[in-house]
């Protein structure tokens, strides 16, 4: 039997899973602060609602579960390789988020204002910073399509990541009504641009010359490959820039404005800026986008954006709808890496007894635990070995009952 955990998964210690309560805990009472609510979904998914998402290069990674007992031969018996799963784990919370909605639309009020603190699961490579299953923590309001919702929804994030320790970031936005209206000014046919967005979004990753080789690869045209390649080699292109492009557009007045708020709201503590290769991956987003990115790792830690169409899928009716999810995997390592100590957190202390004194031990653990963290040990033989362990795992001290002194700390 093997004792490691599957690749693009992880063990953590009690210590590394202290700090991950904390950050959760900070994180969710943020939220809670917010009026937002937390609601739970499973992490199964039918397989036909994952497919039809539009969840983008995600659709590729999917964990699918077979069909069981006679449905599974049947399919096998029949060579219908397609039809061999049907389920699957969620590649993210926003597909059963819309699915709840939809299950339990009668018994929910609108703006739905809600929190999930979960784990996904994707089919990934692993490698440094992509797991197989990892936690999001994702607030979505569901039923409205105010920019309120995006600038609320900007704030909220923000603070708990502050809240948490997170600094030198900057909020990232965009609109994919502004990046569509850019692709076709230059040429680009109605019906490729969520195949031209795909690959823009990877314009981070392979550079100017790999998204217009790939333009060309896939035959989305050469004329409209080059303009673009020519307006990202042109400098930043800025709001105002687009803003002289786009005259009058609605996307652009509603990223002027919610820039224009996020910016009041940050009060410094953290950047705002308008990035027009912010795509985001997810084919199932309609308008304004956000990433949060942190600017001394380098990297997204937060990322998110309207989605008006997915929950239509279900209920054949366009619910508005937009959500922010933090990246917490990347937040913890990034926290883990430079030592970070939770908080105000209990200072941990032994309690030796010998053998015979667990009742005098509770009773004197129960006094201590009031400014203390207590574990209860019975006395070992080696005392200096033990105490060489504790103090690898991050206790504060020790205290042996009955001996005078009272805590020893290390």
């Given at each position: 039997m093997k004792i490691s955990t599957v690749k693009g998964t992880n063990d953590?210690?009690?210590s590394q899973v202290a700090l991950r309560d904390y950050l959760q805990g900070v994180i969710l009472d943020t939220y809670k602060d917010s009026g937002f609510e937390r609601i739970s979904t499973p992490a199964i998914e039918d397989i036909e609602n994952l497919d039809k998402s539009d969840g983008g290069e995600n659709l590729n990674l999917i964990f699918k579960i077979m069909k069981r007992g006679d449905k599974l031969e049947s399919a096998l018996r029949q060579g219908k390789e397609s039809e061999l799963a049907d389920m699957g784990l969620r590649y993210d919370l926003t597909l059963p988020l819309s699915r709840y909605y939809a299950n339990n639309k009668n018994n929910l009020s609108l703006p739905m204002k809600c929190i999930?603190?979960?784990?996904?699961?994707?089919?990934?490579r692993p490698q440094k910073g992509r797991l197989r299953e990892f936690v999001q923590c994702d607030i979505d309001i569901i039923g409205s399509s105010s920019i309120a919702c995006e600038i609320e929804l900007i704030d909220t994030t923000c603070r708990a990541l502050l809240g948490i320790g997170m600094k030198?970031?900057?909020?990232?936005?965009?609109?994919?009504?502004?990046?569509?209206?850019?692709?076709?000014?230059?040429?680009?046919?109605?019906e490729d641009l969520d195949k031209v967005c795909i690959i823009f979004d990877k314009l981070d990753k392979i550079g100017v010359e790999g998204v217009r080789a790939e333009l060309l690869?896939?035959?989305?045209?050469?004329?409209?490959?080059?303009?673009?390649?020519?307006?990202?080699?042109?400098?930043?292109?800025?709001?105002?820039?687009?803003?002289?492009?786009?005259?009058?557009?609605?996307?652009?007045?509603?990223?002027?404005?919610?820039?224009?708020?996020?910016?009041?709201?940050?009060?410094?503590?953290?950047?705002?800026?308008?990035?027009?290769?912010l795509v985001r991956g997810q084919g199932y987003y309609t308008?304004?986008?956000?990433?949060?990115?942190?600017?001394?790792?380098?990297?997204?830690?937060?990322?998110g954006g309207r989605y008006d169409n997915l929950i239509g899928k279900f209920t054949g009716e366009q619910v508005p709808a937009v959500g922010f999810s933090i990246g917490f995997e990347r937040i913890f390592g990034i926290l883990s890496a430079q030592g970070f100590e939770i908080p105000g957190?209990?200072?941990?202390?032994?309690?030796?007894?010998?053998?015979?004194?667990?009742?005098?031990?509770?009773r004197a653990a129960e006094e201590m635990r009031q400014e203390h963290i207590v574990s209860l040990l019975e006395r070992p033989k080696k005392l200096g070995k033990a105490l060489?362990?504790?103090?690898?795992?991050?206790?504060?001290?020790?205290?042996?009952?009955g001996e005078e002194g009272g805590i020893k700390f290390f």
């Open positions: 953590y210690l009690p999930q603190i979960d784990k996904v699961y994707r089919a990934e030198n970031f900057t909020v990232k936005l965009n609109d994919r009504r502004i990046l569509r209206a850019m692709l076709e000014k230059m040429g680009f046919a109605t690869e896939k035959d989305l045209g050469k004329s409209a490959a080059d303009a673009l390649c020519q307006t990202l080699t042109g400098g930043p292109v800025t709001l105002e820039k687009v803003a002289s492009l786009l005259p009058g557009h609605e996307a652009v007045r509603s990223v002027e404005e919610i820039m224009k708020a996020a910016t009041e709201l940050a009060g410094g503590r953290y950047g705002v800026t308008f990035d027009l290769s308008g304004t986008v956000f990433e949060v990115e942190s600017n001394e790792f380098r990297g997204a830690i937060a990322g957190a209990k200072p941990r202390i032994a309690l030796f007894y010998d053998e015979g004194g667990l009742m005098d031990a509770l060489s362990r504790l103090e690898e795992r991050g206790f504060a001290g020790y205290r042996i009952l």
